[in-house]
Structure formats: structure tokens, C-alpha cells
């Protein structure tokens, strides 16, 4: 846990206006900056930043809060890790508060894996470049067009053809059993039962070793790729799933090639390592590539944060094209756009450019095509497509992609192409896109980390209530005059009042709009983005003291006129004793009693 007073340091030492202007340029809009939003997709700019509120507010996706959750949003980070980037920013050392024993526990595991990852890494390295057993290798990747700069500048490593190479120079160098197998670098036999038998053995053997860097540079797992025909396995081997490796948020070279994606705004998928490589060296920059599983949701939310434009460029033959298609629906859920790059039969991105050069490769990327445009001629080149059914069919599956358009400008363009092309009316087209499921789900069997639940939406607010959150978030006679009052008991009655006893529990003062906006990193999404709204507030109260009084008042009233709705409604019940319809009875006068002193 990082303490409070530690967290309000480091919001008032980062102005949001100058952290959010080092993502993308801000505009001055009067007393606040505007922008197009980050998080969706938009041409009229919706995302506003409020320098005297130290706040942002997008009034097209909700997305709101202080500098540190738009620091998490942007970034993809935790909370502690967005606080740790804006404290080193402002030269700020965050020490956590004391650890539980099993916080520490994980947090020990984490360093020693990291530390494990780092250290083989350099080994593997070092075998590749010297060991006579590595030739094979080595010549693997001079056929391949990549010489030892390369493999130097990208960390390539070979691992021995030996059941315990690795694990024996793991041992010897400090690191414990339980740490090498909780590292999915080691793994053992099992018998029918799954229980372990056995010694250790490398999970690696005789492959050329690509490490896996998270987006600073950080080695956290490894793809091994086979070097001889009759090895056994599959061609690549990753790293299972560790506590520092989650293959489904994890893009590889990300940490080599992000400041071009920023640049171009444009990121080119690829299918593999080499591929990525290959393109990089020769001066295709903006690549990545999906690392060991389907591309997923939070591979698109990590690209999101770079570009706006993906083009897929997976190899030609069908299993190519089937990725092709299974990457589409994260990524135009994401608010992508979708493009796709067709490689010459019998090429793949590596072969293309060692064959006939990188502008070669880079002329396919410029003719790539809208992904509906590309689907469109491949669904009419089929046979099916001639008869009702298949033409049927297809606009069936067209439909359930257009549906998946999150922009609804862009969704109508391309509805009314894609029904032309189907010689459909496009109220007909748009009545499939209607009935299409609404949200993609990750296929099953994806080892992506579990996606958090959606945070709490805040009961819609009265124009009372809301009235009263404005004055506790911004003027502090306002508040202190609210906090005098018997606010615990009286809103206890009011479901929509839930955000209000959160601003007033709180510890915080109005007039310190840094205060404010650390506090509000605090709170989940749908609080943050609800309270930023409240700050966007262009006019306040003249007299807070006076609306602070008359909206409780008649927060009041509202909670007097419910008490003698259900005293009245259970009058009217059949059944009850004389003893409770006399109570029900004195209960309701003396309810109008009150009422009438209200409104004196």
C-alpha cells in the first residue's frame, strides 16, 4: 500500500495539463484544453482537461478522473505502478507502507524471476555466440539474413541440447527449485495421477531462443523456435504463463518499436519473431506481432494506446488468412481501423523483403486494404456466393464484423458499401447488423489474464443531489455547512445519494484541487468518471451557503414524502391489528406534520 499524504504529493507535483500534453498535443479552449479522446474513437474533440481542477472528462466514452487514472488508462497500468511513474517524473522515491507476509512472498518471487529471466537470457546469448554446438544455429540464422548484429541487438539465444543444461547453471548460480519451475523454464515428469516424479529438466532444448520483453525492456519469458526437422514438438516452444508472463496482454518487440508505432500512428501485424525482426532491421519499423496465442482484447487495448491504425499481414496461405480474420474483432472493438496486406503467394514477410527487398515489402503495406473491402472480394470470388444461401450466409457473417464497429459514423459509411456490394437496401443489411451478437468475446481457451469487472455505474443523479456533490467537491463553506448537518442518517434514506456519502466521508479539502484529484484516484471508474463530470461544472453557485440550504431541504421533503408513501401504502393492506393501523396512522400525520413546517 502506498500511503495517502505520498499520493497527494505526487498529483500536486504533476500538472495534469503538462503530463497529458507529453502523450498529445492539447488545445487551450478558454480556461481548459480539449483534445480528441484517446479512448475511442471521435472528430469532434470530446476529451476536455481542467488545469484549476487538476481533472479530465471525456463527455463522448465517460472516461474520467485525475492525473493518475489518466496515467492507468493511457498506459495500462495498476494503480501503484501509474503512482511509481508519476512519482519518478517528479523525482519523488514511493515506499510502500509494510507488505503482508504473502505480498512480500510474491513480491520476492517477481524479483527473483525477473532476475532468473535476466541472467538467462545472457546465457543463452553467450551460447549462441560461442558454443561449438550452437553452429547449427548460427547458420539457421545467416540463411535467414540476420547476422550477429542483429542477434546481438535483439538478445537471440540458443539453448543446449541437453535434458539439465540449463538447470545445472541455474543451480550453481544461487537460484532455488521452486524459483525455476515457478519460472516455466524447467518442468518435470509426471505419472498418470499429474504428480511430479522425477528431476528437473530444461523446457528448452536445442532451439534458437527469442527472450520476450514486456514494453521497458524487461526479459519476462522466452519462444524457442526448432532448428532441426525431426525434433520433437511443435515448431515454436513458449514459456507457459508465469507470475511475471501473461502471453495475451504481451506484444512482441513492443519495447523496440513503440516510438515508431507513436510516430506513424500506424502499427503493421505480423505472424512471428523472425518476421518482426526482418522488418525492423530492414527499416520497417511500426511492426509487432501477437506473442504464442490469438490476438486479444488486450492486445488491442495495448496497440490502442500507440495507434489508430493496424494492418494485418499474416501469411498468404489459409491458415494466414484465418488469423487474419480471427484478429479482426478485438481490434475494431477497440476503435481500430482495419486494414489488410496481402503477401505474394509463397512469401511471408521475412522471405519478401530478403528476396526482393524492403520496399517491396513496404509497397504491399501501402496498397492495403480496408478489411471490409477485403472480405468482400474473397466472400464474391466463392462459389457459395452465386446461390441465395451462400449470398445469405455471408451477409450473415459481413454483419456480425460491421457490428463490431464501434465508431457510428464509420459503422453507417461502411453499412451502406457493404449492402451495395451484397445488392442489399441497407435498412435490410442493417437489420442483420442489429441482430448480430453486440460484444466479442475471447475465444475459449485463451490464457489471457481474466479481464476485471466492469466498475459500479452511480445511480443517476437528481438535479438536488447533484447540486450538493458540486458544493462538496468545490466550495468549502459549502461542505462544512453539509457537514454539520445529519447527513448520515437523512441520506441513508436516499439510494441516489451514494456518491454524495462518498464526497462527504472523505477527507478532503476543496480548495486544493491536487488533494481532490488524488483522491479521486482512488475510487473505482465509474466514481471518477461521475465526480469529473461534476468538476466540469461551468458555472457555481454565487451563494453556496443558501443552495447548500435549500437542497437539503428538499432532500428532505423527498425523504419524508417516501416515509408516508409506504406508512399509507401499508394502511392499506388487509389484516392488520388495530394497534398497527392506529401507529400507521399517527405516523402519517405526524409526516404531514413536518411536511408543512418544510414548507413554511
Not at 505526487?10 to 480528441?36: C, M
Not at 465517460?62 to 501509474?82: C, D, H, M, R, S
Request: net charge negative.
Amino acid at each position: 500500500m502506498i500511503p495517502e499524504h505520498l499520493i497527494e504529493q505526487i498529483a500536486q507535483a504533476n500538472d495534469i495539463v503538462d503530463v497529458i500534453s507529453g502523450y498529445f498535443p492539447l488545445k487551450r479552449a478558454g480556461s481548459a484544453y480539449k483534445a480528441r479522446c484517446p479512448f475511442h474513437q471521435e472528430k469532434t474533440p470530446s476529451f476536455n482537461v481542467n488545469p484549476a481542477r487538476q481533472t479530465f472528462k471525456c463527455f463522448g466514452c465517460g472516461a474520467g478522473g485525475g492525473v493518475i487514472k489518466f496515467v492507468q488508462l493511457y498506459e495500462n497500468l495498476t494503480f501503484p505502478e501509474a503512482v511509481k511513474r508519476l512519482g519518478a517524473r517528479a523525482g519523488i522515491r514511493v515506499e510502500d507502507e509494510p507488505l503482508s507476509t504473502e505480498e512480500l512472498a510474491e513480491q520476492s518471487l517477481r524479483t527473483r524471476l525477473l532476475s532468473l529471466h535476466a541472467a538467462t537470457a545472457e546465457w543463452f546469448h553467450k551460447q549462441l555466440l560461442r558454443s561449438q554446438s550452437a553452429q547449427h544455429a548460427r547458420d539457421y540464422l545467416k540463411g535467414r539474413g540476420l547476422n550477429s548484429g542483429v542477434a546481438k541487438d535483439w538478445n537471440l539465444g540458443y539453448s543446449p541440447d541437453a535434458w539439465d543444461a540449463f538447470t545445472r547453471w541455474a543451480r550453481a548460480n544461487g537460484y532455488r527449485d521452486d524459483e525455476l519451475i515457478a519460472s516455466g523454464l524447467v518442468t518435470f515428469k509426471k505419472d498418470d495421477q499429474e504428480r511430479r516424479i522425477g528431476d528437473l529438466y530444461d523446457r528448452f532444448r536445442d532451439r534458437l531462443m527469442f527472450p520476450i520483453c514486456d514494453d521497458i525492456g524487461q526479459v519476462i519469458a522466452f519462444s524457442g523456435r526448432v532448428l532441426s526437422a525431426e525434433a520433437f514438438g511443435g515448431k515454436y516452444v513458449n514459456s507457459p504463463e508465469t507470475p511475471i508472463f501473461i502471453k495475451g496482454k504481451v506484444l512482441f518487440g513492443l519495447h523496440k518499436t513503440k516510438r515508431a508505432l507513436i510516430d506513424k500512428k500506424t502499427a503493421i501485424v505480423l505472424e512471428g519473431q523472425i518476421d518482426l525482426i526482418t522488418a525492423f532491421e530492414a527499416g520497417v519499423t511500426n511492426v509487432t506481432a501477437a506473442q504464442g496465442t490469438a490476438f486479444t482484447a488486450r492486445h488491442a487495448r495495448v496497440l490502442k494506446r500507440y495507434v489508430d491504425d493496424v494492418v494485418l499481414c499474416f501469411d498468404a496461405d489459409a491458415a494466414g488468412m484465418k488469423a487474419a480474420e480471427k484478429s479482426l474483432p478485438p481490434l475494431l472493438e477497440a476503435g481500430l481501423s482495419v486494414r489488410v496486406a496481402e503477401m505474394p503467394g509463397g512469401h511471408d514477410p521475412d522471405s519478401l523483403i530478403r528476396a526482393e527487398g524492403p520496399e517491396a515489402f513496404a509497397s504491399r503495406i501501402d496498397g492495403a486494404r480496408d478489411f471490409f473491402d477485403y472480405k468482400l472480394e474473397r466472400g464474391a470470388a466463392s462459389p457459395e456466393f452465386a446461390t441465395p444461401r451462400g449470398r445469405t450466409n455471408f451477409a450473415r457473417q459481413m454483419a456480425a464484423s460491421v457490428s463490431l464497429v464501434a465508431d457510428p459514423v464509420l459503422r453507417d459509411a461502411i453499412v451502406h458499401n457493404v449492402a451495395s456490394r451484397l445488392e442489399m437496401s441497407p435498412e435490410s443489411f442493417l437489420a442483420l447488423v442489429k441482430e448480430a451478437p453486440a460484444r466479442y468475446a475471447e475465444p475459449s481457451g485463451d490464457a489471457s489474464e481474466p479481464e476485471q469487472p466492469p466498475a459500479p455505474e452511480p445511480v443517476a443523479l437528481s438535479n438536488t443531489t447533484r447540486l450538493l456533490c458540486i458544493l462538496a467537491l468545490t466550495s468549502p463553506e459549502g461542505r462544512g455547512w453539509l457537514l454539520e448537518q445529519p447527513w448520515e442518517a437523512l441520506l441513508a434514506e436516499l439510494p441516489e445519494a451514494e456518491l454524495l456519502v462518498l464526497l462527504l466521508k472523505a477527507n478532503l479539502n476543496p480548495a486544493e484541487p491536487a488533494a481532490v484529484s488524488a483522491w479521486l484516484s482512488t475510487l473505482n471508474t465509474g466514481e471518477q468518471a461521475a465526480l469529473a463530470g461534476l468538476l466540469e461544472v461551468r458555472s457555481l453557485p454565487e451563494d453556496p451557503l443558501r443552495v447548500a440550504s435549500d437542497c437539503w431541504r428538499d432532500l428532505e421533503r423527498r425523504t419524508l414524502e417516501q416515509k408516508r408513501e409506504a406508512a399509507t401504502a401499508r394502511l392499506h393492506q388487509s389484516g392488520l391489528d388495530p394497534e398497527e393501523t392506529v401507529r400507521l396512522q399517527r405516523e402519517v400525520l405526524e409526516i404531514q406534520r413536518q411536511l408543512a413546517t418544510l414548507r413554511a
